[in-house]
């Protein structure tokens, strides 16, 4: 028999001793925003949400429609139910605390609503991307401090991938299981059990156009990926990738291997990366890694940051161990 999102969260709260039916409630609401996303994302120019909003958010890009929809259908999914304190989103500039009406929980939550924006309106696949933390100061006063926790910390993370089918992909640091939308039956199934990354691979994923900006080590590796066999490369050939929504290339290094790279560069002044730190790298490095694989900010582990700010940018490297390891030990010989 299939089994559902919410029955399979049950069955793996009860192996779990003291834990509660409170993250099971608020992964419910999660996943009820995600097919909201998924309806408004799949009917597009249908109902008018393609384009510019004309907006730009905290980080001074500029807001597609679908941005701004998706974050408030994610925060109205989400704010009602008690479990949270409050939700930090890429596209909005401040913490949300829980509005007075609603009951408050203990939980945080941190969502990149719309991943890999850019695509919506070539019809390409993006996704959603959550992360929950516990709240530490209790849930009476929350404040953006709370949510400066290293990656360590989160109770669970996953993301929806709109793609030809939606897909919700969850980990609660017991392994990673996928899930595929039935939009006959408005369920969640689980199709892809304990998902895991071959330490091999012989695919990466980078934007060739920041070629110039990167440091040594990656472009030394990257290098060699491209010579391949040739002289001066690798002992294979490689294949390479880029969709420009990470949700896409991450679910790809899930299924099939691979690694990918959003390294550190000197194209912009002052910005370390381009992916932030606790909506996008965090999140991602938690599911990898619980799947076998490895995330590396090129000098060392990024879940092990200690955060500094809300909308903290960081270098990316992520997927198939063994040519982490190898991005890893060029940048400590460098
Ligand atoms: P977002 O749409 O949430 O801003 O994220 C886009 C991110 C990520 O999904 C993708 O890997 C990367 O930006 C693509 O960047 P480039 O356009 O620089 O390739
Ligand atoms: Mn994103
Ligand atoms: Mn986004």
């Not at 401040?94 to 939550?109: C, E, S, V």
């Not at 019809?123 to 100061?137: M, Y």
């Not at 689980?190 to 080590?217: G, K």
Request: charged share 20%; with cysteine; glycine share 10%.
């Amino acid at each position: 028999m299939s089994k559902n999102l919410v029955q399979f969260m049950i069955e793996e709260q009860r192996q779990i001793p003291g834990a509660s039916d409170d993250l099971t409630g608020l992964i419910g609401d999660i996943v009820t925003a995600c097919k909201q996303i998924a309806h408004s994302v799949n009917k597009g120019a249908l109902i008018g949400v393609l384009g510019s909003a004309g907006s730009e958010n905290v980080q001074g890009e500029t807001q597609k429609k679908l941005d701004v929809i998706t974050n408030e259908l994610f925060i109205k999914a989400n704010e009602w139910g008690g479990h949270l304190a409050a939700m930090a989103s890429e596209e909005m500039d401040d913490i949300y605390p829980i509005p007075a009406q609603y009951p408050k929980g203990r939980y945080l939550l941190t969502f990149d609503p719309l991943d890999g924006s850019s695509n919506i309106d070539v019809n390409i696949s993006v996704g959603t991307i959550f992360s929950i933390l516990r709240c530490p100061a209790g849930s009476i006063h929350p404040t953006a401090e709370d949510f400066l926790q290293p990656g360590t910390e989160q109770v669970c993370a996953g993301y929806a991938l709109y793609g030809p089918s939606t897909m919700l992909v969850l980990t609660t640091g017991h392994g990673v299981n996928g899930f595929t939308l039935n939009n006959d039956i408005g369920e969640f199934i689980l199709t892809h059990p304990n998902m895991t990354i071959p330490v091999d691979t012989q695919e990466f994923a980078i934007n060739m156009s920041n070629q110039r900006f990167w440091e040594a080590p990656v472009q030394r590796y990257v290098d060699e990926c491209v010579k391949g066999k040739s002289p001066g490369g690798r002992e294979k050939n490689f294949n390479m990738r880029w969709v420009a929504s990470m949700v896409a290339e991450v679910h790809r290094i899930l299924s099939r291997g691979g690694i990918f790279m959003y390294p550190f560069d000197t194209k912009e002044a002052g910005k370390a990366g381009k992916l932030r730190l606790l909506y996008e790298a965090n999140p991602m490095s938690f599911i990898v890694e619980q799947a076998g694989g490895m995330s590396s900010t090129g000098r060392g582990s990024i879940m092990e940051l200690k955060p500094t700010g809300l909308h903290q940018r960081v270098p990316v490297i992520l997927g198939s161990r063994n040519e982490v390891e190898r991005v890893v030990g060029y940048h400590k010989e460098a």
